[in-house]
């Protein structure tokens, strides 16, 4: 069996992976949401094309293939950060194949290639394609435009293997957001110390050389995707089988007891294992740390700015601000716990105490936002009224729409390992849909109140709504509880054969 042959083999078992996956059936339904958000941001993205190739046609200071490339660095900053939310990142499956006789990166090259040809880098077609049917095709000929959409497709290409290698150098530490970071930084300095001029002219040079073809153009491209590739293919071969192999640094640490915690009985016990959990376990830990630092960014971002001053983004990032803290963690309710699940399921009411102590828990966690947020009050941006009211809509609606994942959730989610997996398939399609249902369906109603009612009335009015939920949380728990339980054999089958 020739390498070809081999890599499309390895490709056919991903796809059998992932539908065996125990929430392959859920993520069917699911996905149809998610095609049609992606529909939404085809026709955005093609209604910005269409606009700025208007803007090119009515100038004469530049040619169209000129202006493409001045706006293509922001192009790919916003793709490379999009990645991050929008991107799922499906585990590397090494284990099956540790012992088998194969070079020894054949799959990991596999997972680059996958990567490589996904149908996520074809979305950027719905900006260029119609700009440069509008503006190049018939100005300067049909090989000026295909020269045009190669190129930029070579570059989505490169900017996901930066993704890639980025994201797994994060994954393994947080530090490494460094790396992105200054690289962008570096990029758009010019920007900032008003060379505007010089950083457009820089760019907009390219235009000409892909546009009619010049070898050297193209030629750099590819040399900047095979250095990539090499660096990449050495980076996940390198942590992925340490992971599989377990080559970690096992420290002593001293184990902390929480016995305030001792009087709230089951309760409490279950707070301090939640507690632990956030401690101990890698996986849980990175994310509550990028989570705060997230956080923090953006109160300084909002108190000491005025980029979301506008009236939609200052309810979007003081809903998202408050939800993240939930979302992020609980959305994989149980995906956790579901590598002990067999012990859970020792006593009847052990998955209720269980849930009745994650919500106690990360309920009082959403004061940490509350206080990191308390700046921009000083600063008037926002006011102790929307910080409260934001607060308890995380603690109430926002979180019941996240706990019911509670009931469909069978995944397990490991605990440490970041980069290998047997599921496939980590990420469920449904938990991006709940997600995207309390991040914004909040915006929306916020939006339509202020329509009817003042600013204060409009929070003092979610305030309320929110309360009775947080008010009535063992209702809806024990409904969450009951609904768990008939499924309960479903979903332990679902988290035995994923872990």
């Not at 290639?113 to 095709?137: G, K, Q, R």
């Not at 509670?406 to 440490?416: E, F, I, R, T």
Request: aromatic fraction near 16%.
């Amino acid at each position: 069996m020739n390498k070809f042959q081999l890599l499309k083999t390895l490709h056919h078992h991903v796809k059998l992976s992932e539908k065996r996956s125990p929430i392959y059936e859920q993520n069917k339904v699911a996905k149809f949401f998610t095609y049609l958000a992606g529909c939404f941001v085809i026709v955005y993205l093609m209604f910005l094309s269409v606009l700025f190739a208007l803007i090119v046609n009515d100038d004469d200071s530049m040619t169209s293939y000129e202006f493409l490339m001045g706006i293509v660095p922001f192009m790919l900053v916003a793709d490379f950060f999009v990645r991050f939310v929008a991107q799922q990142t499906p585990s590397q499956l090494v284990k099956p194949y540790l012992l088998l006789p194969i070079p020894k990166y054949t799959c990991v090259e596999c997972f680059l290639y996958n990567s490589m040809l996904s149908t996520n880098n074809l979305i950027w077609l719905a900006f260029t394609l119609p700009y440069v049917i509008m503006t190049t095709i018939f100005s300067y000929g049909f090989f000026a435009a295909l020269g045009l959409l190669v190129a930029i497709q070579l570059m989505v290409v490169v900017n996901s293997q930066w993704y890639m290698l980025a994201r797994t150098l994060i994954n393994k530490n947080l530090l490494w957001w460094l790396l992105p970071v200054c690289f962008y930084a570096l990029v758009l300095l010019p920007l900032f110390i008003d060379k505007y001029d010089l950083f457009f002219d820089f760019f907009t040079s390219w235009g000409e050389g892909f546009a009619y073809w010049h070898p050297l153009n193209y030629l750099i491209v590819l040399v900047v995707l095979c250095i990539l590739l090499q660096i990449n293919k050495r980076v996940q071969y390198k942590f992925t089988y340490n992971e599989a192999a377990g080559k970690e640094e096992r420290k002593l640490k001293k184990v902390s007891e929480f016995k305030f915690l001792d009087r709230y009985g089951e309760i409490g016990e279950y707070v301090k294992l939640e507690i632990k959990s956030l401690m101990r376990n890698k996986n849980l830990r990175k994310t509550f740390i990028a989570i705060t630092l997230l956080v923090v960014a953006l109160s300084l971002l909002i108190s000491l700015t005025d980029v979301y001053s506008d009236n939609f983004s200052r309810a979007f990032w003081v809903v998202y601000i408050f939800v993240i803290y939930n979302a992020s963690i609980n959305i994989k309710i149980m995906g956790y716990e579901g590598n002990y699940i067999d012990c859970l399921m020792v006593h009847k009411e052990n998955i209720m105490q269980l849930l009745t102590a994650k919500y106690y828990f990360y309920t009082f966690m959403l004061l940490l936002p509350f206080l990191i947020m308390l700046p921009t009050v000083f600063t008037g941006k926002y006011t102790i009224l929307m910080l409260t009211s934001m607060l308890m809509l995380a603690a109430g609606p926002a979180t019941f729409v996240i706990m019911q994942m509670a009931v469909y959730n069978k995944q397990s989610v490991p605990l440490n390992s970041k980069l290998i997996g047997k599921g496939g398939m980590e990420n469920s399609y449904l938990q991006l849909v709940a997600n995207l249902i309390v991040l914004f369906l909040p915006v929306a109603l916020i939006s339509l109140l202020k329509l009817f009612f003042s600013e204060n009335m409009t929070f003092l009015i979610l305030l309320i709504f929110s309360s009775l939920f947080v008010v009535a949380h063992r209702l809806w728990i024990g409904n969450i509880y009951h609904r768990m339980m008939k499924r309960r054999y479903e979903n332990i089958e679902g988290f035995r054969a994923s872990r």
